[in-house]
């Protein structure tokens, strides 16, 4: 019987930088190649020295975000030979998102003294795009190596515009990689539509929120978030909303979009800015060729959108227009963001509001923002400024990441043979661990060690 042997790339137990080689028969496919947000240099990329040259076959990217995406130009000059597999919309957002990322590494060359960077140029991300093999949600491809054919098929995963799931089918054998994953429906994105297949013999998990318990409905927390917005605007208040630029902030846009047709968005202007604005092109695009895509740049003349002009900010000097709304990237205040230097400037005064609405990891200056003493201080590190915290600090639930019940119940319907943890810290890898194990008669669980290949 065929075996697929699976190794984590991966340098850390957490969701680092996201890579898994599987190799089954003559294959080997690479799924993700991530770069690790926390990290800088050449230690953000995933373990490819593991990698013989001119090894692997295909390429799988999941979506765009860059734990799954950064080091993809990396891998792709180090094995040229490999094609990359990409749905359609993945295929336009990645060259943007990794323009984006050379332009931050040529910035942290000098300021972070990182000699290694950028890590790769214009004309790797031209050369790689080349590469690209789109495939359609749905559509069984057929693979073919030395004779012996492997079966793909992608399906749509919510989480993001772009991202799907993925069925690697060989020799009868099946092995089901969620990627990031989201069953419930988004305003601007259907949820996950994986059909019921059964018995896949390896289902490889992602874990993000098994360390978190849902304690309000989404639903829930967009009303609340809409009344936080209008509180602070009657008071002649400035809310900020720091949010990823890939997603996060599209999806807000189309919830303030609905909010205003129903007369719950209160009159002012809406600021936004950054890498967000660069990719409504594509949302826009993919929105008029999908019906599961909710996105139109129309909404932007409806909400009366400004762009946030760039210009030299001194917090102590800088006036903003009031009362506003301010929808930033990036979602965890990185220092130089529109976001971390907007909210330099509006900290000190009680009538304004940071509202966050995703993870913000705890080493970042989002975590630590959150974690300031009421009456505290703050610094913002790279502006060399200090300022004490008198806006209200509020959070909100509004994660692109299944819950971890909702996961339990897919691993269950699916009845694997063997289940395969991913990208998820200690905590939430424990908590899918030790419920899975319950089921041990049924399946096996595997938190996989760090570059240990394991025959499944
Ligand atoms: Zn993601
Ligand atoms: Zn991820």
Redesign the pocket.
Known sequence: MASFFIQDLNRKKD?GA?CLSVKFGAFHFIVDA?MDPKTLGNEALPCFSALSPNSVDFILIT?C?L??LGALPILSKQQPQAQILISLPTSLLAPLMLKNSASVMTRQKEEKDVPDYPLFGKEDIAALQKKFFVLKPGKTYCLEKDGQTAKVTIYTAGHVLGAVSVLIEYEGRRLFIT??ILFSDQNSLRGAQIPQFGNPDVLLL?T?RGDTERTALRRDEETRLLGIIRKTIKRGGICLIPAFALGRIQELLVLFYQAKKAHKLPDCPIYCSGLGMSLVSAFDKMGRRFPDVHFSRQILKQLNVKQLRKRKIDPKTTKLNVPAIYLLSSGMLAEHTPAYNIAACLLKDNKNTVCFVGHCDEDTPGGRLQRVEPNGNFKFEDLNYTTPVRAKIERFDLSG?ADRDDLYQFVLAQQPKTVVLT?GDANARQWFFEKLSVHKSDFSVVDPDIGKTYEL
Do not use: A, L, W
């Open positions: 969701i996201n991530g979506h975000h734990d799954h990627g990031d992602e993000t990441h990208h």
